[in-house]
C-alpha cells in the first residue's frame, strides 16, 4: 500500500470514529428530550401507567360518567390489567372512593364510584367495553389494546 491509500484509509476510519461518536451522542440527546417529551404528554393527556409496563403501545380509552361530569383517560396497561384494577388505579391517582363487594363465584361489585352509589334514583354502576355491557364482573375482564371502557352511573338496561 502507498502512503497516499494508507492516509487516506486512516482519514475515513477517523472520520467514522467521529461520527459513531456524535451520533451516539446525538441519539443519548435525543432519548432525554423524547422521554421527557413522554413525561410531558403523560400529564397534559392524562395518562395514566397501569402496573409494569412491558408495551407502551398497549392503550385503552377510559371514560366515568360521573351524574355531574365526565372524565376521560388515555391509560397504558400491562397484560394482566383488569377492568377494575384501571378504576382502582385511577380513583388513587384522582384521590376518589369505591366501594366494592366481592361475591364469592361471581367476583367484585362495584357499589359506589365518588360517593355516587348503587339504588340513588335508581342508578347502578355499570360498565361497558367497546359499546357492549358485558357479563361479567370488572375484575375478570382483562383489558385488550384499544379497548374503549366506559363506567356509567344509569338505570339498569336490562
Do not use: C, H
Not at 46 to 72: C, H
Not at 84 to 105: C, M
Request: aromatic residues 10%; positive net charge; glycine residues 4%.
Amino acid at each position: 500500500m502507498n502512503l497516499k491509500t494508507k492516509i487516506n484509509q486512516k482519514l475515513v476510519w477517523e472520520v467514522m470514529v467521529v461520527l459513531s461518536v456524535s451520533a451516539a451522542g446525538l441519539l443519548t440527546a435525543q432519548r432525554a428530550v423524547t422521554l421527557k417529551e413522554i413525561n410531558d404528554l403523560a400529564k397534559d393527556q392524562n395518562l395514566i401507567i397501569a402496573g409494569s409496563i412491558r408495551k407502551v403501545e398497549q392503550n385503552v380509552l377510559l371514560r366515568i360518567y360521573f351524574p355531574d361530569k365526565t372524565v376521560k383517560y388515555n391509560v397504558a396497561f400491562s397484560d394482566n390489567s383488569t377492568i377494575f384494577s384501571l378504576l382502582e388505579l385511577i380513583a388513587q391517582r384522582e384521590n376518589f372512593k369505591i366501594e366494592s363487594k366481592i361475591y364469592k363465584d361471581m367476583g367484585i361489585l362495584v357499589e359506589s364510584i365518588n360517593g355516587f352509589k348503587n339504588g340513588a334514583d335508581n342508578k347502578y354502576w355499570q360498565y361497558w367495553v367497546n359499546g357492549e355491557l358485558p357479563m361479567i364482573a370488572a375484575d375478570k375482564n382483562k383489558i385488550k389494546e384499544g379497548d374503549v371502557i366506559e363506567w356509567k352511573f344509569e338505570k339498569i338496561s336490562f
